[in-house]
């Protein structure tokens, strides 16, 4: 598990060179995925972002601040253009996807179309096997949300709120969000943080600045401590909380 936190700030190597830094992540709020890092490129790009699929990061994700991409330099440079402060839409996504020769995610019945995992395929593929072939997707249906927007959304029991967003937690390989750090202290004496499992939220209501999940307040107030500093067997605990309390399916 990584912290979309601790990966704020981190410097994206590529094969000639820095990119930039990343400022912050869109997830799509269907799969509960990572699908890009948007990445400021400092004085090199001025005054453009650029997005970072997870299928140019190299694995292992290093944790010493430096994230090594299969790109050069030049490739970044002549991506298509995207205004990362606007909704981006499928439009630019096939723009960009069709650039770099990755497949459309959002085709198939997997989290990255072909697979599990943002791994390319080794040999060249068919235009189905790469998603080029896909379902009728509106121009504006597009689910991608900024992880610096919905840091600070309430988080809605099915009884009433509870807490806020405060920070997400991904598998760094297949880069899927499979928690939420929420901060219960505002809402409750003797508050604490907790993890709220992507499964258990219903919908995020992108008007009111929600996130709605099935459990109880009861539930998320026994959720665990969670604390990030401390290695643990959180998720076990987790998972037998959840369990207790009929939440786990």
């Given at each position: ?226 604390d990030d500093s401390v290695e643990s067997d959180y998720e076990s605990r987790l998972y037998d909380a959840d369990r207790n309390q009929g939440h786990w399916s």
């Amino acid at each position: 598990m990584r912290s979309i936190r601790q990966l704020h700030g981190s410097t994206l190597h590529a094969s000639d060179g820095d990119i930039g830094r990343v400022k912050e992540a869109y997830f799509d709020d269907e799969a509960w995925t990572i699908r890009y890092l948007v990445v400021d490129t400092g004085g090199w790009l001025v005054g453009r972002d650029v997005l970072i699929s997870p299928y140019s990061v190299q694995q292992p994700l290093g944790s010493g601040g430096i994230v090594e991409v299969a790109l050069t330099r030049e490739q970044v440079e002549r991506s298509p253009p995207i205004d990362t402060h606007q909704p981006v839409s499928r439009r630019h996504e096939r723009e960009y996807l069709d650039y770099y020769g990755y497949p459309l995610y959002w085709s198939g019945g997997s989290l990255w179309a072909m697979g599990a995992y943002p791994v390319l395929a080794p040999v060249p593929a068919s235009d189905a096997e790469r998603g080029l072939v896909e379902r009728e997707v509106p121009p504006e249906d597009t689910h991608l949300r900024s992880t610096a927007a919905v840091t600070g959304y309430a988080i809605q029991a099915s009884d009433g709120s509870i807490g806020h967003v405060e920070d997400f937690l991904f598998d760094d390989e297949s880069w899927a969000v499979r928690y939420l750090v929420v901060d219960t202290r505002r809402w409750w004496p003797g508050g604490k943080k907790v993890l709220l499992a992507t499964r258990t939220i219903e919908r995020v209501d992108w008007a009111q600045s929600k996130v709605f999940t099935r459990l109880t307040r009861e539930a998320v107030k026994n959720s665990p401590d969670y604390d990030d500093s401390v290695e643990s067997d959180y998720e076990s605990r987790l998972y037998d909380a959840d369990r207790n309390q009929g939440h786990w399916s």
